[in-house]
C-alpha cells in the first residue's frame, strides 16, 4: 500500500535526524557537539475516507490537508 496521497501527491520526505550533546555557549558550555547523524523518514498523514470519484462512492487514502481544504466530497 502506498503512502502517497490520491488528491496532491504528498508522499513520504528523507532527511536526517542529529543527535547532539553538551551545553551550549550561551548558556556557559562548550557549545553543541554532533555526536551522530541517522537517516529518517517523515510520512504524511493519511486517512482512509469514502469519497465521490467520477460519481461513483470509494475509498481513497487522503492526506488530512486535502480533507480539512475540502478537495473531497464526502457522500
Known amino acids: 500500500m502506498s503512502k502517497?496521497?490520491?488528491i496532491c501527491?504528498?508522499?513520504p520526505l528523507s532527511g536526517n535526524?542529529?543527535?547532539r550533546r553538551g551545553l551550549a555557549k550561551k548558556k556557559g558550555g562548550v557549545g553543541k557537539r554532533i555526536t551522530?547523524?541517522?537517516r529518517r523518514t517523515i510520512l504524511?498523514?493519511?486517512q482512509k475516507v469514502r469519497a465521490v470519484v467520477d460519481g461513483r462512492t470509494r475509498t481513497v487514502r487522503v492526506c488530512t490537508r486535502c480533507i480539512r481544504n475540502g478537495?473531497?466530497?464526502k457522500p
Open 71 to 73: 478537495k473531497i466530497t
Open 44 to 46: 504524511p498523514n493519511l
Open 36 to 38: 551522530g547523524v541517522s
Open 17 to 19: 535526524r542529529i543527535s
Open 9 to 11: 501527491g504528498k508522499g
Open 4 to 6: 502517497v496521497c490520491e
